[in-house]
C-alpha cells in the first residue's frame, strides 16, 4: 500500500497540489489502479485539503471514474439506439458466456470487466464495443467471443486469425 501512496504523492507534485486540477489528479490516480478506492480517495482530500465527501462526489459524479475495480481490459458495450436496434443485446449474450460476467461486474482475475453505456458515438459501425480505448464495429456474437478469446490467449482463438 505504501508504493501506492508513492505513485498517488507522484501525481499530487506533478499538479502542485492545487484543488482545480483534482479530475485531471484523479483520472491519473485512476489509471494506475484501474479503480479510486476509499482509501485513496481519503488521501487525495487531505493532500489537497478538501473534504473527503467533495472528493468522494467528484468520484461519483463523472462516469469516467469508478469506485470498484476495473479489468485490465475494460469493454465498453454500446446499447445506444442504433446498436441496440443491430443486436447489442447478443454482444452482452455472448460476452456472458465467454468470460461468465454481466454488466458492470468484473472477472475474479480482474482481467476482464464489462459496462454497457448509452452511445459510443460510433452509430455507422453498430453493433459496437470499445475495449481500452480501442472500437470494435460491425460485431456479431460469435465476433465478440473471438476477440475475448484472443485477448485472453486462448490457442483456439490464435489459430482461426
Known sequence: M??????????????NYKKENLVKILLEVQ???RYLSKDVIHYVAVALQLPPA??????????QFSLKPKGEYTILVCDGTACHMEGSTSLIKA?????GIKPGEVTKDLKFSVDCVGCLGACALAP??????????????EKVKEILRSLRGDDDAQKSN
Open 54 to 63: 467533495k472528493v468522494y462526489g467528484v468520484a461519483t459524479f463523472y462516469a
Open 31 to 33: 489509471k494506475l489502479h
Open 128 to 141: 459496437a464495443m470499445v475495449i481500452n480505448g480501442e472500437v470494435y464495429g460491425n460485431l456479431t456474437a
Open 2 to 15: 505504501e508504493r501506492t501512496y508513492e505513485a498517488v504523492e507522484q501525481i499530487l507534485r506533478k499538479y
Open 95 to 99: 460476452i456472458e458466456e465467454e468470460i
